[in-house]
């Protein structure tokens, strides 16, 4: 490894050269989203759910990111981000950057994936393209099913302009009334409880090239376009356009001031679902300048908040295709495993599912015997951490559960666990955040049906998000309590368990116990604990605890030793922790760090960040872990959590991290982050620029995906349960991260 170097230190870094934008680091992720829907290699119609994905991305953008230093510039805020951009510039390089990618996404769609659908029998086609009998079929069920869902609405002196709800798709029209020759504006919203796209029957479908047509029909917007006259008799026709709008979606809190937090929010989400100003108008490239200027004029936005489209408009709708029975136009399916180190705990005899009792141990007799591991979502989230809440609510040992919750799905089979745990009589604690953005609402209705059977249900600290994934179960066994944790890096969701890619751990272990139980205390009561044995807890300690971790391994570069860091995030933003690592490359400590979107680190960068490699890996799965790696003299540190390197994980969340004490746990955790240093199909490389490259395998090798390496090592472990990652003797896999 590379030595310490001793040139000055610049300027300790305050520079803003040595800083990526954030929000133009995460348009670069956003386009990397893109690509895998441009790219051959990935199936037909998961092409579409990535173009699905980077349209909502996109809307979720504007929604919070966008509305953001909007009201930064009409507030005249003049505090530039750390690499010296104002709002107004921030939001001009925005725009600069965008409009090129909003293009190439609808071309690539009407150009190339449109018609590629069409060679499979997947016809996306165009009203006036129909014949007779497909246009008299969709007008007939138009009449049914969409004509008694429609409002008609006009602008007029009598009629003010309606409101426009955000993410809503609109027809402007305009018609005449034929007796005065008065031209009239109209406006129609697209009903969102209808699908986006009217099929054709099969008898109706289109036969191309001896193929079978799968599906055929047209956007719901055209049947309604094609039958205005329905809607206006007795009036012209004129012309009509289709245009979408975004709106500002971030909730405004004043928690100070909130009496009642949940109360407090069901306000904002009413103020949410009414939207707040408009944002961007997203409309046909053929609009006139008529109706454009209308349409500007009563939202009161201007050119800069309009993105011409050629073609669809909401492409975040495509996601209906995936629904559709063709596996040989989609990933092949994945059905997690269920780990090899619980594959012999028995079923639990309190489980009311009443699956037959297997040979084996209990759930709690394997966490004791040692720290489990579960990879999600190669290792089953089900049968791992459903498996541990719903057997700790049905074992008559069990006195309390606790946990947090900051997404959850809308059938939760956790919930359910945890309101059984209370109708069994425990004591079950649950901190809901209601602050998480989005799920705001479904996070409201969890904790009213908790509270209504008996939980205790705590919504968080006042200026604080609770984002930590922590599960205790508090167990009664012969003449002492002992406390089991679950602590991992995703949410307790069993739906996006199946494409998130995280990892959690189970332990039994005192010193954790202990501390799980002091951040508790401090969710629920007025605990103010500083001081944690094992656990790295934001606001607390986790941002001086990284710190000196990082300094460790430059100390030990300098005293001749070597000095390693492998970290995987979603995001790397905080400026301590970046000016930290460049101290380190400058040392000569070697970095890797697999940062899935914004990254506002620039690595390569001479005398500064030479030791430092920046990869993001998109792909199937969301990679959504997070893992620290600390060469540490070679006695290597290990942790996994919930936070990110982010001003706002680190100050403004509570977050939990965890160390990995069992040395074969560290072991499976240094080969997956090794696996994903070795991806050439799914990394993109970081330049100092911004820019990022994606790998390509070299002329004498393979191509490695590292998800779909991770999936082979998961059924390779679930074939042969002996064959563990731990057992390095026997694992094809071994990767050696220093």
């Known amino acids: 490894m590379a030595k310490s170097k001793k040139t000055a230190n610049p300027n300790n870094f305050s520079d803003p050269k040595y800083y990526l934008n954030r929000e133009l680091s995460w348009l670069e992720f956003n386009n990397r989203v893109l690509h895998e829907a441009m790219d051959a290699r990935t199936p037909l119609l998961e092409r579409l759910k990535f173009l699905a994905i980077f349209c909502t991305n996109l809307d979720e953008f504007f929604m919070v990111r966008v509305a953001g230093l909007r009201q930064q510039v009409e507030a005249k805020v003049s505090s530039k981000s750390f690499d010296a951009r104002t709002p107004q510039q921030q939001l001009e390089e925005i725009s600069f ?24 029998g997947i016809h996306i086609l165009d009203y006036i393209d129909l014949t007779d009998k497909q246009r008299k079929y969709l007008d007939n069920r138009f009449e049914e099913q969409v004509f008694p869902v429609i409002t008609p609405l006009a602008v007029d002196p009598s009629h003010p302009f309606p409101y426009i709800s955000n993410l809503s798709l609109n027809l402007a029209v305009v018609v005449k009334n034929p007796e005065t020759e008065e031209e009239l504006f109209a406006r129609i919203k697209v009903p969102k409880v209808l699908p986006r796209f009217l099929p054709l029957p099969p008898e109706l479908g289109i036969e191309r090239n001896g193929k079978p047509c799968i599906w055929s029909g047209i956007p719901i917007e055209q049947a309604i376009a094609h039958n205005l006259q329905c809607l206006f008799p007795g009036m012209n026709i004129l012309e009509y356009y289709t245009f979408r709008i975004t709106r500002d979606a971030d909730l405004a809190l004043e928690e100070d001031e909130a009496d009642d ?12 679902r009414a939207g707040g100003n408009p944002v961007r108008i997203e409309l046909q490239s053929q609009t006139p300048s008529t109706v454009r200027t209308k349409l500007l004029e009563v939202l009161d936005l201007s050119e800069n908040d309009v993105y011409e489209i050629d073609g669809l408009l909401g492409l975040r709708d495509l996601m209906y295709f995936m629904s559709l029975p063709v596996p040989e136009f989609k990933d092949v399916p994945w059905k997690p495993v269920v780990p090899s180190s619980m594959q012999r705990i028995k079923e639990s005899t309190f489980n009311p599912s009443m699956q037959p009792i297997e040979e084996g141990k209990d759930f709690f007799t394997a966490i004791r015997e040692g720290d489990l591991l579960v990879h999600h979502p190669y290792e089953s989230f089900s049968a791992s951490v459903v498996r541990f809440i719903t057997t700790a609510a049905h074992d008559p040992d069990v006195l309390a559960i606790k946990m947090t919750l900051y997404r959850t799905s809308g059938d939760s089979p956790i919930v359910n666990a945890l309101i059984n745990a209370a109708e069994n009589g425990k004591q079950v604690s649950v901190l809901v955040e209601l602050k998480a953005r989005f799920d705001e609402e479904n996070n409201i209705y969890w904790a009213r049906r908790l509270e209504s059977t008996g939980v205790h249900v705590v919504y968080g600290l006042v200026g604080l998000k609770t984002h930590s994934k922590i599960v205790m179960v508090v167990r009664q066994e012969q003449h002492r309590i002992r406390r089991y944790v679950h602590i991992g890096t995703g949410n307790y969701n069993p739906k996006t368990a199946r494409i998130y890619t995280d990892v959690g751990l189970f332990s039994c272990r005192e010193e954790l116990g202990a501390d799980v139980t002091d951040v508790f205390n401090f969710l629920t009561g007025y605990s103010r604990q500083k001081v944690y044995r094992e656990l790295l807890v934001a606001p607390v300690n986790m941002r001086e605890r990284f710190l000196t971790l990082i300094n460790r391994e430059i100390e030990n570069v300098k005293n001749g030793s070597s000095g390693r860091i492998v970290a995987k995030m979603n995001s790397l933003v905080d400026s301590q922790l970046i000016a930290a690592l460049y101290e380190a490359s400058r040392a000569g400590v070697q970095i890797d760090l697999i940062v899935r979107g914004i990254c506002c680190l620039r690595p390569g960068l001479k005398d500064v960040s030479e030791n430092i490699r920046v990869i993001s890996i998109v792909g199937r799965f969301l990679e959504h872990s997070r893992i620290f790696y600390f060469y540490n003299n070679g006695d290597e540190q290990i942790f996994i959590g919930s936070a990110d390197w982010m001003p706002r994980n680190l100050d403004r969340r509570v977050e939990v991290i965890t160390p990995i004490k069992d040395p074969d746990i560290a072991k499976d955790i240094q080969e997956i982050l090794g696996i994903m240093l070795a991806d050439n199909r799914q990394a993109w490389e970081l330049h100092s620029d911004g820019n990022y490259i994606q790998r390509k395998p070299s002329e004498d090798s393979s191509e490695a995906g590292s998800q779909k390496t991770l999936m082979q090592i998961a059924s390779d472990k679930s074939t042969n349960a002996s064959n563990l990652i731990g057992s390095k003797k026997n694992s094809l896999y071994l990767v050696d991260l220093t």
């Open 261 to 272: 937090l949940l109360l407090a929010i069901e306000q904002e989400l009413r103020k949410r």
């Open 97 to 120: 950057m965008l409009r090129p990618v909003v293009v190439q996404q609808h071309q690539h769609f009407e150009k190339k994936l449109r018609p590629e659908l069409a060679s499979h």
